[in-house]
């Protein structure tokens, strides 16, 4: 059975999609289709086997360089433990999606900031919670569209806000929008509030304020703000001898700003391990393995990892009927 993964951004984000010539030298990760910041599967998956990796050298949690090919499939990194480090051999039995944008933290003139969704989001986060049989935002999300740019959706308890041109207005950067009056859709919009709340771990700080900060904006505009609302860091090089920036040592960085929150699913399936292993893994077994391994722990993702830079909270949720 998939099981559906939240990732938080507890820090600045940036994972990489290499050079280009534009005025960012070092953009993020974007699907083709919408633009949308992604966290791509290839980065994910790759965290997760260093980080089984690490518990297999020490012996710890059940992991050793059997379950670790089982899962991830071998590797040169397990030659020092033993495992088998041809990755031809077999595939690892792990499969899992790109991390899909959520929400995304965008400055407000009150409230100091406001998580925007749209339709189009919620609609393939939707998709995405049935392949791991849970149907807990499916009426919410059908009562969620909007059709006039100008409007935006907001919960019966949105701290965001703001009286202007005698009206209830959400302001987000430079731009403002009138709030919807529309009692069903800003209930819906709190059932999903409240679904992503209960699922983000009870260490953040910041969880409290889900139902009051969540803002449905239209399809485009949540299109505009994640191109335009994200970080743009200026890096430099010094050269020590002469004290200014050194010969090239001058680029710009694109970060996912902190507080944004992506989706994933995760599934494991029948290993294609050699049948003289001690003990095959049992798909079941290797979910367990990995949510004991991830859950609630906060990983690093993407570059500047020696920066503080992308560190990521990991929490799982459970198909429908299991508790966490």
Known sequence: MPHLLWLYAEAPLHPGSGSRVSYVDLPVQRERITGFPIIQSSSLKGVLRWMALRKAKANQDGWNADTVAALFGPGPDLEELKGPTQASD???????????????????????????????????????????????????????????????????????????????????????????NDNQKSNALQTVANVIQNSLSPDNPFRAWMPSHIVLVHDDVFTDLVQIATEIVTRIRIDHATGTVAQGALWSEEMIPSETVFWSVLDVEVPRTPKNLPKPLRPEDGIQLLKDLTHGQVIQLGGDETLGRGLVRITWMEPAGQSS
């Open 90 to 180: 077999f595939a690892g039995a792990i499969s899992i999606t790109d991390a899909r944008i959520a929400l995304f933290p965008v400055r407000s003139l009150t409230g100091v900031f406001a998580w925007v969704t749209a339709p189009v989001v919620l609609k393939r986060l939707v998709r995405d919670m049935k392949r791991a049989d849970r149907k807990d935002l499916e009426d919410a999300a059908q009562a969620l569209d909007l059709t006039d740019q100008a409007q935006v959706v907001v919960s019966p308890s949105c701290q965001v806000v703001v009286p202007l041109d005698q009206a209830r207005k959400v302001v987000l950067e430079d731009f403002a929008f009138t709030v919807l």
